[in-house]
């Protein structure tokens, strides 16, 4: 088919652009940085992973707000009473309700204060409710729903205050879901600070010391942890007043400290209480810990005080950015933490880097041992496969993540997978006496629908992954998406282009696609079916074995589906794993693990279960006393609500991935086809997941994707193989279906087996150099892909012949569609199969 000039031109633009535009992303940042604005606009963005910074997750907690509302309520029903002349001291707490005995005046004041909290248009925060004597005021879960999406509104905005404060380059603030914060800060060096920051609620206030407890006093700790100290309940002055706070140094001491201004009417406030109590000592509350408690020798006007204390420099910054940025409506829990260094992120891209380019110059091997020039020529077109991948990901605004980079690189090993198939059945046309031109059509033409089937699989599975996975999951399925999508593009249409433009340029009269060294060798006559009872009983028992091993001894689930933190520490020197482990007993809360990482100068920390920013911090200071100068690369916090969270979004990504994929196999083929797969996928899944069981290969959000890939990738090579014995079944014929299936798998036998190849020479360096989170992945794949390759080639056949050996219907069906020709050898069983 010749092109108009036009078309090929529009081409050739389109290319030359995309790759000047995906350029850039390949330059150093140094000189990238030199390049004017316009020509790296569309630079993709790098991920926390690649280079360095944190990711927290924030909720709000509902029982802290629930207390918070709770209280807000009783001092608005003091009021009322007091306004009533009657005793405020009747109201009494029950869980998340508020009590007075029934009495009329009493009532009218308890309806009051409920009607004050019922918005306009909608159900009523509290309820009243008369028993038993005793009125009852109880907060209603619409109303804590209510106060919990109106806090993280509003705290939305003081943590872009706060973070703003630090001077973050491009943070990433933003809601999620009713309840939930999304902070990403690339470049943070100190993730203690930023939790400190961003975890604190910051509600300040001034009170008096009282002389002893007793009736209105609460004993508070000090921040410091030299004891408590009896604190009236009052608050003489709210830490809303601040006007402004900065940290600076003591200049009689040189230590650090915090200064601080009240507004207008603070200052009043202010210069009123020191004045009428010279002599006391006057509290500076925070979040319930005292900061100070400075005994007030002289009346302070103008406003202006300091707060001094056993600070660090780090302290009082994050203590100024606090109490500038106001305090959070409710206070927030870190529910997910994943902090990466930038030391780290660094040695990610080179690895990823150094991993892709051993992956690409491993595949381009295969591919012109292969298939000569022609495989040259495919390998070329994978470059541009690439470069297309980078441009689209900067034009959509996508952020490349280590993930993303195995996407990319997995897609190099995939995408010969369509060259493949077009250059076997160009091989087949030759053979049957085709003219070059004609075979390299016919070549294309039968190839299309195989390529298009598997793909559609290997998306579905990519769409569920974005549409249940987060953050780095997400975006292995759009540059997975991206790449097998511009992969057909360039293997059907760029590919066809340039190979139509080789065969009418020289006018070969035959076209040879031979490999580097020898010749092509005839499909041959194995006989798959012989050995197909044998083939099922192996693969029936060790699925049998590999669910056994899924219970003992059991998948290594990681922190992502048990909930925990997991940290990765490093030392200039060999760390002391028994000094460390000694600290850490002695103060991490829980059975915390340790042992050594990659070389003697780090090591893995992790503590399983309900941990949170408490473990994390008892962590950090077992390390510091331990190995003096450690730093800690990364950081994995999962809080239980997360773990659960993903464990039932995986499970739910993995069901609806194979339902969608059989639904679609069950449109294109018969029935037998989609439960054949079923079953052969069943097989196939149970096999990798007691491989994974059996060598104690941690079960995270990576094992996830790897699977999700793997499911995508066993039903391509289904689909390869059910496409060839459908071609056969549609030419009609009264063939025995065993002898069908027989011949189609000898003509994919060597496709399967090439894709397989490259598809692994992709993913060796991943699983061999590409550290632990993208051997995490690679691993499982490796895997999968041998144990699919196995099963498409010995296990899906005689599966499909026994499931149409046990449906009367279909060998009715076949015998009415094939009327007036020979009757079937008896024993035998033929199938029909739904045109393409």
């Given at each position: 088919?010749?092109?108009?000039?036009?078309?090929?031109?529009?081409?050739?633009?389109?290319?030359?652009?995309?790759?000047?535009?995906?350029?850039?992303?390949?330059?150093?940042?140094?000189?990238?940085?030199?390049?004017?604005?316009?020509?790296?606009?569309?630079?993709?963005?790098?991920?926390?992973?690649?280079?360095?910074?944190?990711?927290?997750?924030?909720?709000?907690?509902?029982?802290?707000?629930?207390?918070?509302?709770?209280?807000?309520?009783?001092?608005?029903?003091?009021?009322?009473?007091?306004?009533?002349?009657?005793?405020?001291?009747?109201?009494?707490?029950?869980?998340?309700?508020?009590?007075?005995?029934?009495?009329?005046?009493?009532?009218?004041?308890?309806?009051?204060?409920?009607?004050?909290?019922?918005?306009?248009?909608?159900?009523?925060?509290?309820?009243?409710?008369?028993?038993?004597?005793?009125?009852?005021?109880?907060?209603?879960?619409?109303?804590?729903?209510?106060?919990?999406?109106?806090?993280?509104?509003?705290?939305?905005?003081?943590?872009?205050?706060?973070?703003?404060?630090?001077?973050?380059?491009?943070?990433?603030?933003?809601?999620?879901?009713?309840?939930?914060?999304?902070?990403?800060?690339?470049?943070?060096?100190?993730?203690?600070?930023?939790?400190?920051?961003?975890?604190?609620?910051?509600?300040?206030?001034?009170?008096?010391?009282?002389?002893?407890?007793?009736?209105?006093v609460s004993l508070l700790e000090m921040r410091d942890g030299s004891g408590v100290i009896p604190v009236e309940d009052r608050v003489a002055l709210s830490g809303d007043r601040l006007d402004r706070a900065a940290?600076?140094?003591?200049?009689?001491?040189?230590?650090?400290?915090?200064?601080?201004?009240?507004?207008?009417?603070?200052?009043?406030?202010?210069?009123?209480?020191?004045?009428?109590?010279?002599?006391?000592?006057?509290?500076?509350?925070?979040?319930?810990?005292?900061?100070?408690?400075?005994?007030?020798?002289?009346?302070?006007?103008?406003?202006?005080?300091?707060?001094?204390?056993?600070?660090?420099?780090?302290?009082?910054?994050?203590?100024?950015?606090?109490?500038?940025?106001?305090?959070?409506?409710?206070?927030?829990?870190?529910?997910?933490?994943?902090?990466?260094?930038?030391?780290?992120?660094?040695?990610?891209?080179?690895?990823?880097?150094?991993?892709?380019?051993?992956?690409?110059?491993?595949?381009?091997?295969?591919?012109?041992?292969?298939?000569?020039?022609?495989?040259?020529?495919?390998?070329?077109?994978?470059?541009?496969?690439?470069?297309?991948?980078?441009?689209?990901?900067?034009?959509?605004?996508?952020?490349?993540?280590?993930?993303?980079?195995?996407?990319?690189?997995?897609?190099?090993?995939?995408?010969?997978?369509?060259?493949?198939?077009?250059?076997?059945?160009?091989?087949?046309?030759?053979?049957?006496?085709?003219?070059?031109?004609?075979?390299?059509?016919?070549?294309?033409?039968?190839?299309?629908?195989?390529?298009?089937?598997?793909?559609?699989?290997?998306?579905?599975?990519?769409?569920?992954?974005?549409?249940?996975?987060?953050?780095?999951?997400?975006?292995?399925?759009?540059?997975?998406?991206?790449?097998?999508?511009?992969?057909?593009?360039?293997?059907?249409?760029?590919m066809r282009m340039m190979m139509e433009a080789l065969v009418r340029r020289r006018k070969p009269a035959r076209l040879a696609i031979a490999p580097l060294i020898g010749g092509v060798p005839a499909p041959g006559a194995f006989s798959f079916m012989r050995r197909g009872r044998l083939a099922l009983a192996v693969s029936a028992v060790l699925s049998a074995g590999a669910v056994g091993a899924l219970v003992w001894p059991g998948p290594n689930l990681g922190i992502d589906f048990t909930g925990g933190v997991q940290m990765v520490l490093r030392s200039d020197l060999p760390v002391p794993l028994a000094e460390l482990r000694a600290a850490m007993a002695a103060s991490v809360p829980g059975d915390a693990n340790l042992q050594a990482f990659g070389d003697p100068n780090e090591a893995l920390i992790r503590v399983q279960g309900a941990a949170g920013q408490a473990t994390v911090a008892a962590v950090e200071a077992a390390a510091a006393q331990a190995v003096p100068g450690a730093v800690f690369d990364q950081i994995d916090l999962v809080g239980p609500t997360i773990s659960g969270e993903l464990a039932t979004t995986g499970l739910i990504a993995l069901s609806l991935a194979v339902l969608a994929m059989l639904a679609y196999i069950w449109v294109r083929f018969e029935w037998h086809f989609a439960a054949g797969a079923i079953v052969v996928l069943f097989l196939d899944v149970t096999k990798t997941f007691g491989v994974i069981a059996v060598t104690g290969w941690e079960v995270n959000l990576t094992t996830i994707v790897a699977l999700l890939t793997l499911i995508g990738y066993s039903v391509n090579d289904k689909v390869v193989v059910y496409d060839r014995i459908r071609e056969h079944l549609s030419g009609g014929g009264n063939e025995p279906l065993a002898d069908v299936i027989d011949r189609s798998l000898n003509q994919v036998l060597a496709r399967c087996i090439f894709t397989s190849g490259t598809t692994l020479a992709a993913l060796l360096p991943m699983a061999i150099w590409g550290g632990p989170a993208v051997a995490g992945f690679a691993w499982p794949m490796i895997a999968g892909v041998v144990i699919a390759t196995g099963s498409s080639l010995f296990v899906s056949g005689p599966v499909l012949a026994w499931l149409a050996a046990r449906d009367p219907a279909a060998a009715r069906g076949s015998e009415s569609e094939q009327e007036g020709q020979a009757k079937h050898t008896p024993g035998e069983t033929t199938l029909p199969a739904r045109s393409a």
């Amino acid at each position: 088919m010749r092109r108009p000039a036009w078309v090929v031109m529009t081409y050739i633009v389109v290319l030359l652009l995309a790759v000047a535009t995906a350029l850039p992303n390949l330059l150093p940042s140094s000189v990238r940085s030199t390049l004017p604005d316009w020509a790296t606009s569309q630079t993709v963005s790098l991920g926390l992973d690649l280079q360095g910074g944190a990711h927290l997750l924030l909720a709000v907690a509902r029982e802290d707000l629930a207390q918070s509302r709770l209280q807000e309520l009783r001092e608005n029903l003091a009021t009322e009473i007091r306004a009533r002349n009657l005793n405020p001291d009747t109201i009494r707490t029950e869980g998340l309700a508020l009590s007075v005995p029934a009495d009329d005046a009493l009532t009218a004041a308890m309806q009051s204060a409920a009607a004050a909290t019922v918005p306009p248009g909608g159900a009523p925060d509290f309820t009243v409710e008369l028993t038993d004597g005793t009125m009852r005021l109880a907060l209603t879960e619409a109303g804590l729903d209510r106060a919990t999406t109106a806090a993280a509104d509003s705290s939305l905005e003081v943590i872009r205050h706060r973070v703003d404060q630090v001077g973050v380059s491009e943070p990433v603030i933003s809601r999620v879901g009713e309840d939930r914060i999304l902070v990403q800060m690339p470049g943070i060096e100190n993730p203690a600070q930023l939790r400190d920051l961003l975890g604190s609620t910051a509600k300040m206030s001034f009170q008096m010391v009282a002389p002893g407890p007793g009736p209105g006093v609460s004993l508070l700790e000090m921040r410091d942890g030299s004891g408590v100290i009896p604190v009236e309940d009052r608050v003489a002055l709210s830490g809303d007043r601040l006007d402004r706070a900065a940290s600076a140094f003591d200049p009689e001491t040189g230590r650090p400290m915090v200064t601080f201004a009240f507004d207008r009417q603070g200052a009043v406030v202010f210069a009123e209480i020191t004045g009428a109590n010279i002599g006391q000592r006057f509290a500076v509350v925070l979040d319930g810990a005292v900061l100070t408690a400075p005994v007030i020798q002289t009346v302070i006007p103008g406003g202006q005080g300091q707060i001094t204390g056993d600070f660090t420099v780090e302290e009082v910054q994050t203590l100024a950015v606090l109490l500038t940025s106001g305090a959070l409506p409710a206070s927030l829990e870190v529910i997910e933490e994943r902090s990466v260094g930038a030391a780290l992120g660094a040695d990610s891209i080179k690895a990823g880097l150094v991993t892709g380019a051993m992956g690409l110059a491993l595949v381009v091997v295969m591919m012109v041992g292969l298939y000569g020039g022609w495989g040259l020529l495919a390998s070329a077109v994978l470059g541009l496969n690439v470069m297309l991948t980078l441009t689209a990901l900067g034009i959509l605004g996508a952020t490349l993540t280590l993930p993303g980079i195995a996407g990319i690189i997995l897609c190099l090993g995939i995408a010969v997978d369509s060259n493949i198939l077009i250059f076997s059945r160009i091989r087949e046309e030759t053979a049957k006496g085709a003219t070059a031109i004609k075979a390299l059509t016919q070549g294309y033409a039968r190839a299309w629908a195989t390529i298009l089937d598997a793909n559609i699989t290997t998306l579905l599975a990519m769409v569920l992954l974005f549409m249940f996975g987060a953050g780095a999951i997400r975006g292995f399925a759009i540059t997975m998406s991206l790449g097998i999508l511009i992969s057909m593009f360039t293997a059907v249409v760029l590919m066809r282009m340039m190979m139509e433009a080789l065969v009418r340029r020289r006018k070969p009269a035959r076209l040879a696609i031979a490999p580097l060294i020898g010749g092509v060798p005839a499909p041959g006559a194995f006989s798959f079916m012989r050995r197909g009872r044998l083939a099922l009983a192996v693969s029936a028992v060790l699925s049998a074995g590999a669910v056994g091993a899924l219970v003992w001894p059991g998948p290594n689930l990681g922190i992502d589906f048990t909930g925990g933190v997991q940290m990765v520490l490093r030392s200039d020197l060999p760390v002391p794993l028994a000094e460390l482990r000694a600290a850490m007993a002695a103060s991490v809360p829980g059975d915390a693990n340790l042992q050594a990482f990659g070389d003697p100068n780090e090591a893995l920390i992790r503590v399983q279960g309900a941990a949170g920013q408490a473990t994390v911090a008892a962590v950090e200071a077992a390390a510091a006393q331990a190995v003096p100068g450690a730093v800690f690369d990364q950081i994995d916090l999962v809080g239980p609500t997360i773990s659960g969270e993903l464990a039932t979004t995986g499970l739910i990504a993995l069901s609806l991935a194979v339902l969608a994929m059989l639904a679609y196999i069950w449109v294109r083929f018969e029935w037998h086809f989609a439960a054949g797969a079923i079953v052969v996928l069943f097989l196939d899944v149970t096999k990798t997941f007691g491989v994974i069981a059996v060598t104690g290969w941690e079960v995270n959000l990576t094992t996830i994707v790897a699977l999700l890939t793997l499911i995508g990738y066993s039903v391509n090579d289904k689909v390869v193989v059910y496409d060839r014995i459908r071609e056969h079944l549609s030419g009609g014929g009264n063939e025995p279906l065993a002898d069908v299936i027989d011949r189609s798998l000898n003509q994919v036998l060597a496709r399967c087996i090439f894709t397989s190849g490259t598809t692994l020479a992709a993913l060796l360096p991943m699983a061999i150099w590409g550290g632990p989170a993208v051997a995490g992945f690679a691993w499982p794949m490796i895997a999968g892909v041998v144990i699919a390759t196995g099963s498409s080639l010995f296990v899906s056949g005689p599966v499909l012949a026994w499931l149409a050996a046990r449906d009367p219907a279909a060998a009715r069906g076949s015998e009415s569609e094939q009327e007036g020709q020979a009757k079937h050898t008896p024993g035998e069983t033929t199938l029909p199969a739904r045109s393409a």
